[in-house]
């Protein structure tokens, strides 16, 4: 199964600044990466998928990129409820699998 | 506005089978396809498999032949059963609803429940 590996661990921000959260397959998975937010007691929030298609009534801060084995998820301007866990998850290969988790956490 | 909501007992003892269920409210569970996916302490999250609209299932090859689902029209719900479950199978429970249209999967996840938390332990 393809694992991904999901840069950094914990990413420590102010409000208003900008994030940059990474996702590394072990191998292609085309264009079929999602993004999901994660707080705790909540349930997952589907962010991005297709690997830049922002989900239904996803802000426009939220935005993805990459193909192949390299992603990105970018919060352009952190709003205080942006902080939370995110993962990435693949559809190309069965079973589909997920990231490990990036926490972004206030600075 | 569609929830899912999980429930079953918190806690398994060891070699049991371990049953919860997903109730629908908001819209007919006959529309969409299901998963069934886990986050443990050990492993992450973890996709244990999907239960489509027609009653058809599927199943992570890590856990095929532990793993039952279903689903009830009738109640709108569906559930998931995991037998001879070990310590291992500790997890935080969510059921979720397929993105897909159609037929077929998507394997993304629109929708989620709270999630349950299950214990295995004697």
């Known amino acids: 199964e393809i694992v991904l590996t999901q840069s950094p661990a914990t990413l420590s921000l102010s409000p208003g600044e900008r994030a940059t959260l990474s996702c590394r397959a072990s191998q292609s998975v085309s264009s079929y990466l999602a993004w999901y937010q994660h707080k705790p007691g909540q349930a997952p929030r589907l962010l991005i998928y297709?690997?830049?298609n922002r989900a239904t009534g996803i802000p426009a801060r939220f935005s993805g990129s990459g193909s192949g084995t390299d992603f990105t998820l970018t919060i352009s301007s952190l709003e205080p409820e942006d902080f939370a866990v995110y993962y990435c998850q693949q559809r190309n290969n069965w079973p589909p699998t997920f990231g490990g988790g990036t926490k972004v956490e206030i600075k | 506005q569609m929830q899912l909501q999980e429930s079953g007992p918190g806690l398994v003892k060891p070699s049991e089978t371990l049953s919860l269920t997903c109730s629908v409210s908001g819209d007919s569970i006959s529309r969409y396809h299901w998963s069934w996916i886990r986050q443990s302490a050990g492993k992450g999250l973890e996709w244990i498999g999907p239960v489509y609209n027609t009653g058809s299932t599927n199943n992570n090859p890590s856990l095929r032949s532990r793993v039952t689902m279903s689903v009830d029209t009738s109640k709108n719900q569906f559930s998931l059963k995991l037998r001879s479950v070990t310590a291992a199978d500790t997890a935080v429970y969510y059921c979720?609803?397929?993105?897909?249209?159609?037929?077929?999967?998507?394997?993304?996840?629109?929708?989620w429940g709270q999630g349950t938390l299950v214990t295995v332990s004697s």
């Open positions: 297709d690997a830049s």
């Open positions: 979720a609803r397929d993105n897909g249209s159609g037929s077929g999967l998507s394997n993304y996840f629109d929708i």
